[in-house]
């Protein structure tokens, strides 16, 4: 036989009964590409590049020593000559690579060139462009075949690559003497002492990270119960307002049902937050969570960025791209600004979401995605789809669910717990110990009204750590906005709170900001002195026409409900 004459229907066999595949005579896995990319992507990013590099080439060498043999055993050649030559044509049939029209194998004088490579495809997608070869596997496969036939070591390596940007990959193959030392880093790849070494300094750098974040989360958790001590919230939320518990309920009993849901509420509320908690929660939690901001990206790059696209399909697309959809494969994938997308993508989307499958930007392929969608927003999609500007059927179809997120100023009752968490998370960060607040700050807080809702509680906190002179947060230390914020008028019981009792407590605020001064406090209000005093008087405060009346006095009266 000769290596011309491999085919397909030859070499694999399908056992569709006991569900095994083999590949000339080997049992044989089917992994796709992108999955081999992953792996590639953690090995890098928890081991280091180097030793990657070295697990990946060897695993390769021992992969295609095996199949050379099996190659051997299982055919007639007409010749050694072509049995080393079905090397190339066993791995293009396996869709490594592509070899170039007329190009011989590695060992050639003129070495073997490829047009395309997966390998160096996921590098550029997991990577970027490199600044060395990136065939890390498709070498070892080669050299493994290639030493079982020659019966001594043949290692390949790259002159050039796809993955650095050129035009394609180059690879030659020589006996180590024949290398000599002009690669021999590279060649150390291939070397067993190389993959102890590469492994041992990634596992010592893996524990010492453990150990610091074990730390660091430690440090964490005991600020945070010392600081709010009763904080036993599901999700890891705050939520002692019956608002937020109820909404923290309904969100938990959604986790583990896969259905759609649109997550509403004002910019900073949680929305993100309590979306990610869903999916930690429900049966996708090992999957990938991928959240996009749909407003922050046009129209043409956002079809891309969540479809994907082919190669060549417009200007600066020089490889396949998986899209969000794609990547979040047996995961969840946020869809956050979702009122910002255009009506033209609307619909696409909306395609999306009934079909379950995507098409990447030019490509007329359908291709099946296993994906639960959020959506949020902080607009009334009901009047945008009044006004025409968001689709009635989208709508309805991102909302079978819909989880509104209270503002800040609507859960009064978690604004203290929520703010000491926030502050010991500070304190912590930026090692400063401030371990609460006095009684005049706590209630400046509860008086303002947080319109940038949690992240501006957050960088208050921030503020107050930076400024705090002692070992709490003062009144002193807040922004002028919040210490000159008013009670604002609150419904107790249900109840709204009576007329006299809000001007009562309105007034005593206006008197504490000015420290006590009936003059300037009745210029402010636009009321004459006598008509303040007066009404002091009936609040039982003085008895005198020119008092002085403590902040502390004040706040304890305008606090006492």
């Not at 990319?37 to 280091?48: A, I, M, P, Q, T």
């Not at 009934?354 to 296993?370: A, H, L, S």
């Not at 902080?378 to 500007?389: K, S």
């Not at 100023?409 to 703010?419: G, Q, V």
Request: glycine share 8%; aromatic share 6%.
């Amino acid at each position: 036989m000769r290596a011309d004459d491999l085919d397909h229907k030859e070499l694999l066999e399908l056992d569709l009964e006991g569900g095994t595949i083999f590949f000339a005579g080997q049992r044989a896995l089917l992994l796709d590409a992108v999955a081999m990319g992953l792996l590639r992507k953690y090995l890098v990013e928890n081991f280091g590049l180097s030793a990657a590099r070295t697990v990946l080439t060897q695993f390769g060498f021992a992969h295609r020593w095996r199949m050379a043999e099996a190659m051997r055993a299982g055919f007639q050649w007409d010749s050694e000559a072509d049995w080393r030559c079905a090397c190339a044509r066993i791995h293009a049939m396996a869709g490594l690579f592509q070899v170039e029209s007329g190009s011989k194998d590695p060992i050639s004088a003129g070495g073997m060139m490829l047009v395309a490579s997966y390998e160096a495809e996921q590098h550029l997608l997991h990577f970027g462009q490199s600044d060395s070869p990136t065939c890390w596997t498709i070498c070892g496969l080669i050299s493994g075949y290639l030493s079982q036939a020659a019966d001594e070591e043949i290692y390949v390596l790259e002159d050039r690559c796809m993955g650095q940007g050129d035009a394609g990959c180059h690879l030659r193959g020589r006996t180590g003497k024949e290398w000599g030392d002009e690669r021999a880093e590279e060649l150390g790849s291939y070397g067993t002492e190389r993959l102890k070494d590469c492994l041992q300094v990634s596992l010592q750098w893996v524990t010492e990270t453990l150990k610091l974040a074990q730390r660091r989360l430690k440090d964490h958790c005991l600020a945070l119960v010392q600081a709010e001590p009763a904080l036993k919230e599901p999700l890891g939320m705050v939520a002692k307002s019956p608002t937020m518990r109820r909404l923290v309920d309904l969100a938990q009993r959604l986790a583990k049902v896969d259905c759609t849901i649109l997550i509403t509420g004002e910019s900073g509320t949680g929305k993100e937050r309590i979306a990610r908690r869903i999916h930690d929660q429900s049966s996708r939690a090992l999957g990938p969570f991928i959240a996009v901001n749909c407003g922050a990206i046009t129209e043409t790059l956002l079809e891309s960025e969540l479809f994907g696209h082919a190669h060549g399909a417009f200007t600066g697309a020089n490889h396949d791209r998986p899209g969000l959809f794609e990547a979040a494969h047996k995961g969840t994938l946020l869809l956050d600004e979702i009122g910002e997308v255009s009506p033209g993508m609307q619909v696409k989307l909306l395609r999306v979401l009934q079909e379950r499958e995507v098409r990447r930007v030019g490509e007329n392929k359908m291709r099946p995605v296993d994906v639960r969608v959020l959506a949020a927003t902080n607009l009334d999609l009901a009047q945008a789809m009044g006004v025409g500007t968001f689709r009635q059927d989208l709508y309805y179809r991102l909302s079978v669910v819909n989880l509104h997120m209270p503002p800040l100023r609507e859960r009064m009752e978690d604004i203290l717990p929520l703010a000491r968490v926030l502050l010991a998370g500070s304190a912590l960060r930026m090692k400063h110990k401030v371990s609460g607040f006095a009684p005049a700050a706590a209630q400046q807080l509860l008086c303002y009204g947080w319109p940038g809702n949690v992240p501006e509680l957050e960088n208050t906190m921030e503020r107050a750590i930076a400024l705090a002179a002692g070992n709490r947060m003062e009144l002193e230390d807040l922004p002028d906005e919040i210490r000159s914020a008013v009670p604002r008028p609150v419904a107790t019981m249900g109840l709204v709170q009576p007329l006299d009792e809000v001007d009562k407590k309105y007034i005593l605020a206006a008197l504490a900001l000015n420290g006590g001064n009936l003059t300037h406090t009745a210029r402010q209000l636009e009321i004459g002195a006598v008509t303040l005093y007066r009404k002091l008087k009936s609040y039982g405060l003085t008895s005198y026409p020119r008092v002085t009346i403590s902040a502390q006095m004040i706040g304890k009266e305008v606090f006492r409900a």
